[in-house]
Structure formats: C-alpha cells, structure tokens
C-alpha cells in the first residue's frame, strides 16, 4: 500500500464521521422539538449505521454510511397539560433524544475523525521527507 492509498483510506474515514457529526447535531438541535397537535409525534431520533465497501482500485476496505434510520426507541411522556400537543391526561410526547448520549456520540465521532486527519498528516510529512532526501541525494 502507498502512501496516496492510505490517505484515500483515512479521507473516507473522515467522510463518513463528518457525516455523522451533521447527523447528531441535527438530533441535538431537535432534542426539545415537540409536536404542535394532540397525537402528532414529536422529532424521531436519527440513527446511522456504517458499512465497508471494497476499494479494487486499491485493494482496501472503505468505509461508508450504511443507512441513516429513525431510533425506534420509545418517546418520553412529560406532563404539561397546557402544551398544545398534550392529550387527554394533560401528558405531552417529547423527542426519543439524549443529549448525554449524543455528546458521547459526538467525542467518539471527534476522536475518529482527528485520528483519521494524523493519518493524512502523518503521510504528507513522510512524503515531505523523502522529497526532500531525494532533492539533496
């Protein structure tokens, strides 16, 4: 593998976790969304899943969003008689969103995608290096 294959490896890691952290931010950004009738459901959680996909030009195993998808988890009840969603017992459905667990989310995707950046870096710079031994060879 060179070093242009490593970097069309980590720019597809970077993709996708980029990709990821538009998903959570649209899932925080929402996370106090509510209906504004009596039965409509409020912001559904997104979830995503990723996939490898064979690079034949390079040999290598990409990585890819699979599939962004509705959280079937259950929506929260919270009393608010006086909200116009709420029912008939004065409860109103409020988003299957955590924000605790977006933020974990959100670090992870960070971390990967920084780690997925030093591999580009990292590749330039030995790139750099060689040139420049080749410049004084």
């Known amino acids: 593998?060179?070093?242009?294959?490593?970097?069309?490896?980590?720019?597809?890691?970077?993709?996708a976790q980029g990709q990821r952290l538009r998903v959570i931010s649209e899932n925080l950004a929402n996370a106090d969304s509510t209906a504004q009738t009596p039965g409509g459901e409020p912001y559904r959680r997104k979830i995503m899943t990723f996939k490898n996909?064979?690079?034949?030009?390079?040999?290598?195993?990409?990585?890819?969003?699979?599939?962004?998808?509705?959280?079937?988890?259950?929506?929260?009840?919270k009393y608010d008689p006086s909200h116009p969603a709420?029912?008939?017992?004065?409860?109103?459905?409020?988003?299957?969103?955590?924000?605790?667990?977006?933020?974990?989310d959100m670090r992870e995707a960070q971390r990967s995608y920084e780690a997925n950046l030093s591999v580009i870096?990292?590749?330039?710079?030995?790139?750099s290096?060689?040139?420049g031994l080749l410049r004084t060879a």
Not at 1 to 15: E, F, H, P, T, Y
Not at 57 to 64: L, P
Not at 121 to 127: D, F, Q, R, V
Request: proline share 3%; aromatic share 2%; charged share 25%.
């Open 86 to 104: 709420a029912n008939a017992e004065g409860y109103v459905l409020r988003p299957n969103v955590n924000s605790l667990v977006e933020m974990s």
């Open 53 to 77: 996909v064979l690079d034949r030009s390079i040999n290598a195993d990409m990585v890819r969003v699979n599939k962004i998808m509705p959280d079937s988890k259950d929506f929260e009840l």
């Open 121 to 127: 870096e990292t590749s330039k710079a030995m790139l």
């Open 1 to 15: 593998m060179n070093l242009k294959d490593a970097m069309q490896i980590s720019a597809a890691g970077m993709r």
């Open 129 to 131: 290096r060689t040139i």
